[in-house]
């Protein structure tokens, strides 16, 4: 059982930063894929970024490539989201979840999941 816990979401201006955390319960954390989704008003979830187990891949969506990082601390149970060059359309609320191996785009994939951080960027 792996719990998430989302912090750090905020109001930021056109082309400001965010870090956001994603803290997990559970002596495993370490042996789980770690992703980031977001989902905005009026629109599905998508994908922004995941990580693999051990921290060695990762996969960004186009959106969000070159301007977003992921990373992980394995020793804190926590996951990372480094947002740089943040632009109105990033407004969203902001999950991490987590997947034994996975760490792709498939939303059912997903064992567990956090509960949200809001993150709204103003222009």
């Known amino acids: 059982q792996v719990q998430l816990v989302e912090s750090g979401g905020g109001l930021v201006q056109t082309g400001g930063s965010l870090r956001l955390s994603c803290a997990a319960s559970?002596?495993?954390?370490?042996?789980?894929?770690m992703v980031w989704f977001r989902q905005a008003p009026g629109k599905e979830r998508e994908f922004v970024v995941g990580?693999?187990?051990?921290?060695?891949?990762?996969y960004y969506a186009d959106s969000v490539k070159g301007r977003f990082t992921i990373s992980r601390d394995n020793v804190k149970n926590t996951v990372y989201l480094q947002m740089n060059s943040l632009k109105p359309e990033d407004t969203a609320v902001y999950y991490c979840?987590?997947?034994?191996?996975?760490?792709?785009?498939?939303?059912?994939?997903?064992?567990?999941w956090g509960q949200g951080t809001q993150v709204t960027v103003s222009s």
């Open positions: 979840a987590a997947a034994r191996s996975y760490y792709g785009v498939e939303i059912p994939s997903y064992e567990y």
């Open positions: 559970g002596r495993t954390f370490s042996r789980y894929a």
């Open positions: 990580m693999s187990w051990s921290g060695g891949s990762t």
